[in-house]
């Protein structure tokens, strides 16, 4: 199997987890933001995670660095442009990045422009590659709550038009589901799709919760279901898609090793899984390499990842048009 020649969607991708060492560093500078360095392999090694942290806040540390110099319109632009050309030169076809609006306010930008920044990136990418995309807005739970209304209106505007979906990321705690039923309806009310990080840190109950309670027609990770037979059986039954990230869960010790990562199970079983980089700086890793390790680690065919291929082509949140597109590069 020619794992670069075949063609690839990733449907979880974080804007901020992806950022080149080399552009924080040419950003950072012309901004006149302080950085620890300006050595491209020292900002590499403080921008990817340990093989193994000790737990998902570990990793999300990773973020900060990136962060600080996406506080600007061209900035924001530029990133996201390299994100997609860095996809495209791999055979992805199709991307879905979700990052967070309300972290890059630091320098006076508004919801609109910050989210109209990334979704011109994109657009300047679908022009120059074969690749197309949109963007997941995502909602930061460490955050206060007291806009995510404005951050739903001002996504509202690229509804359709680069902006399809609602999420809510960052550190998982039991029971989270609960406080954020207003703001998922409020976005379903909109015309937002809904996926949302859950089932990550061992606790199946969330997903069976981000389903029932928030709506939410794909699940970020999910693995944890496995120790879960009602959010388990409530995936099948509604037909939720599971978007796996297999490095990036080795990393957050979601499993303890490969070999323990459920997907195989969960495919075998006709569960809707979906293979994605989750953030391809951090996790230091692409659509190619993921691909290969799911082949090999999972015992997969050619036809099973032709299969898989399709499974994310028709649970993306891409028009039907570019659907039809996705599946030609299979059929």
């Given at each position: 199997?020619?794992?670069?020649?075949?063609?690839?969607?990733?449907?979880?991708?974080?804007?901020?987890?992806?950022?080149?060492?080399?552009?924080?560093?040419?950003?950072?500078?012309?901004?006149?933001?302080?950085?620890?360095?300006?050595?491209?392999?020292?900002?590499?090694?403080l921008m990817v995670a340990p093989e193994s942290c000790p737990n998902l806040d570990e990793y999300l540390t990773r973020f900060a660095l990136p962060v600080s110099v996406m506080q600007t319109e061209a900035a924001?632009?530029?990133i996201s442009f390299e994100l997609f050309e860095d996809?495209?030169?791999?055979?992805?076809?199709?991307?879905?990045?979700?990052?967070?609006?309300?972290?890059?306010?630091?320098?006076g930008l508004n919801f609109e422009q910050i989210i109209?920044?990334?979704?011109?990136?994109?657009?300047?990418?679908?022009?120059?590659?074969?690749?197309?995309?949109?963007?997941?807005l995502s909602i930061i739970k460490v955050l206060p709550k007291d806009d995510i209304n404005d951050v739903i209106?001002?996504?509202?505007?690229?509804l359709d038009n680069g902006v399809v979906a609602f999420d809510l990321a960052a550190s998982e705690e039991p029971g989270f589901c609960h406080?954020?039923?207003?703001?998922?309806?409020?976005?379903?009310?909109?015309?937002?799709?809904?996926?949302?990080?859950?089932?990550?840190?061992?606790?199946?109950?969330?997903?069976?919760?981000?389903?029932?309670?928030?709506?939410?027609?794909?699940?970020?990770?999910?693995?944890?279901?496995?120790?879960?037979?009602?959010?388990?059986?409530?995936?099948?039954?509604?037909?939720?898609?599971?978007?796996?990230?297999?490095s990036?869960?080795?990393?957050?010790?979601?499993?303890?090793?490969?070999?323990?990562?459920?997907?195989?199970?969960?495919?075998?079983?006709?569960?809707l899984v979906t293979i994605n980089t989750d953030n391809r700086t951090v996790s230091d890793t692409t659509m190619t390499k993921e691909l290969q390790l799911a082949v090999e680690k999972f015992n997969l065919t050619e036809q099973d990842y032709i299969n898989i291929y399709k499974i994310s082509a028709e649970n993306s949140f891409a028009s039907d048009a570019v659907k039809q597109h996705l599946l030609q590069f299979v059929d």
């Open positions: 199997m020619n794992f670069l020649q075949l063609p690839k969607i990733d449907l979880h991708c974080h804007l901020d987890g992806s950022v080149r060492p080399q552009t924080v560093i040419d950003l950072a500078k012309i901004q006149g933001t302080a950085i620890p360095s300006d050595n491209v392999d020292e900002m590499k090694a924001l632009e530029r996809a495209a030169k791999e055979n992805v076809k199709y991307l879905e990045v979700r990052f967070g609006p309300q972290l890059h306010r630091k320098q109209g920044s990334v979704v011109k990136g994109m657009r300047r990418a679908e022009a120059q590659y074969d690749i197309k995309g949109n963007y997941i209106d001002a996504g509202a505007k690229f406080e954020y039923i207003p703001y998922a309806k409020y976005a379903l009310e909109k015309g937002y799709r809904i996926t949302i990080h859950a089932g990550e840190q061992g606790v199946g109950q969330n997903v069976y919760d981000a389903i029932a309670l928030l709506g939410a027609e794909r699940i970020g990770h999910g693995i944890h279901i496995n120790s879960h037979q009602q959010a388990y059986d409530l995936v099948r039954s509604e037909a939720v898609a599971l978007e796996t990230c297999p990036s869960n080795v990393q957050t010790k979601a499993v303890e090793n490969l070999a323990s990562h459920p997907f195989g199970d969960f495919y075998r079983d006709g569960l």
